[in-house]
């Protein structure tokens, strides 16, 4: 179970986070932040390219500095847009590859939103689990 204080923090550091994306393109600013399972907060901007398809999500950010950290499972993760706008596909599919169905809060820049889960968004998917 996340408790309040911790779904709080997490929302506060994607907000604070968001300040640092690097989207002078899309102008559309992402900032996440997973609640990893020894209670640390890692985050992650959208850093867009000139070359626009080399663009990489926030929240795809989060999760390889995560990896690279040595930290794989996280409990929730919040994710901060203008208008909460949901994960993109590629997004949910890697998020999905290292937590369960834990909860995803969305959150517009006025704190604002509405909490799902990532199996609520990415139902019936391709796992680790297909490959055993
Ligand atoms: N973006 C994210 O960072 N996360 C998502 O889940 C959706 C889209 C970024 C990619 C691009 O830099 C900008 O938002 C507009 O698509």
């Known amino acids: 179970?996340?408790?309040?204080?911790?779904?709080?923090?997490?929302?506060?550091a994607a907000l604070a986070v968001r300040?640092?994306?690097?989207?002078?393109?899309?102008?559309?600013p992402v900032g996440a932040a997973l609640?990893?399972?020894?209670?640390?907060?890692?985050?992650?901007?959208?850093?867009?390219?000139?070359?626009?398809g080399l663009s990489m999500c926030a929240e795809r950010t989060a999760v390889f500095k995560a990896v690279s950290q040595g930290q794989q499972k996280f409990l929730a993760v919040a994710v901060v847009t203008d208008n909460a706008?949901?994960?993109?596909g590629a997004c949910r599919q890697v998020l999905t590859e290292f937590a369960g169905d834990v909860p995803v809060y969305l959150v517009?820049?006025?704190?604002?939103?509405?909490?799902?889960?990532?199996?609520?968004?990415?139902?019936?998917?391709f796992g680790p689990e297909h490959l055993t």
């Open 35 to 52: 609640l990893m399972e020894d209670g640390s907060i890692i985050t992650g901007v959208n850093v867009e390219n000139a070359s626009y």
């Open 85 to 88: 706008g949901s994960p993109c």
């Open 19 to 28: 300040a640092k994306a690097y989207a002078p393109y899309s102008n559309y």
């Open 108 to 125: 517009d820049a006025g704190g604002n939103g509405r909490d799902t889960t990532l199996y609520a968004l990415l139902p019936d998917h």
């Open 1 to 12: 179970m996340i408790s309040e204080e911790q779904r709080a923090a997490l929302i506060q």
